[in-house]
Structures are given as structure tokens and as C-alpha cells.
């Protein structure tokens, strides 16, 4: 029989990242003459992907470059940190693993970042497997990500709970079949 699962999104659900990649879209945009204030964060940029993000943005430049920069100044500010993970989620890692539950991290966060996130807040070696939307076949919104983690894990939809703070997030756990905890970490409660 499988084993029930708890699938967590990465950015703004384990780790408050959104500081981070705040800062450093305000600092690439400011040099293009593009305020990045949170009205702008919560429109243009959270829960999208880097390369939509650039290519609206800064549409003459190449946005795959611009992607790979932005990913290295994040790793950069994250260089040395320590952070806390979202208050609640260590102990809900620890009751899980304790009463059997599998779990794993689903995001689409580049794979360096994801490893350096985990480090970050102590939980590198806590999950079963991680997921990075990169490397399946679509990222999300697709389910793909989520339908993959449930593969990895040998789970099924209908045994496993997936926690998400974006509006991408939520509809790619959604569609793959996961009752879906929706966190207000970087979102208002209408959103």
C-alpha cells in the first residue's frame, strides 16, 4: 500500500525567499530605469517564471542570460546565511516522517538554488526527493512537477497534501490531483 505524502513548494512556502529575490530583481531592474516596489513583486514577478519575467521586461536583452544572473546574485545573498525555516514546518517534517508520511519538495527553483535554500535553513537532508520543474517536462503551472514527485515517491493523488503560496503553485498541484494548502506568505487571504 502506498504511503501517504506531504509535497512542499520551496520559495515563500519552506523558506521566506521573497526578500532575497526582491532584492536582486530591484537591483537588475533599477539599472534598466524599472522600479520593483511590492505592488510590482506581487504582479510581475511572484510565482512567475524568469524567463517570461525578463522577456516582458527587458525584451531587448537576452532573457536566459539575464535569468542565469539573477539565479547567481540570489545564491550570492544566500551565501552564508541562516536562515529559519517558515515557522511550523520543522515540526511538521518531524511528525510526518514519524507517523510514516513521505515527504518532498516540488519547485521551480533551479537546482543549485533549491540545495541552497535547504542548506540555508538547516532541512538539506529532510526530504525524500526534490523536484525541480526544469528538469521535467513542463514546470509549473503544468502538474507535471507534482505528477512526478507522486511517481518518485510511489504515492497517489488522493493520499497526499501539497503546500504552495503562488497562484502557479496551487494550480499545478491542483490539476495533478493534491488537496492543496494554500499559504499567505507572500499573498493576501482574497488572493
Known sequence: MARPALLFDLDGTLIDSDPLHAQVFR?????????VDAAFYVAEIHG??????????????DAGELHLRKEAAYRDLLAGLRLDPTPGAAALLT?????????????????RNAEASLGAIGLAEA?????????????KPDP???LHALELLG?????????????SGIASATAAGLRTVGLTSSLPDAA
Open 155 to 167: 504515492a497517489e493523488a488522493r493520499q497526499a497534501i501539497a503546500f504552495e503560496d503562488s497562484h
Open 48 to 61: 512567475k517564471h524568469n524567463s517570461e519575467i525578463f522577456a516582458k521586461h527587458c525584451p531587448d536583452e
Open 127 to 139: 526530504f525524500e526527493t526534490v523536484v525541480i520543474g526544469e528538469e521535467c517536462v513542463r514546470g
Open 95 to 111: 511528525r510526518a516522517r514519524s507517523e510514516g508520511w513521505q515527504v518532498a519538495v516540488v519547485t521551480n527553483a533551479p537546482r
Open 144 to 146: 507535471a512537477p507534482y
Open 27 to 35: 537591483d537588475m531592474f533599477a539599472a534598466r530605469g524599472i522600479t
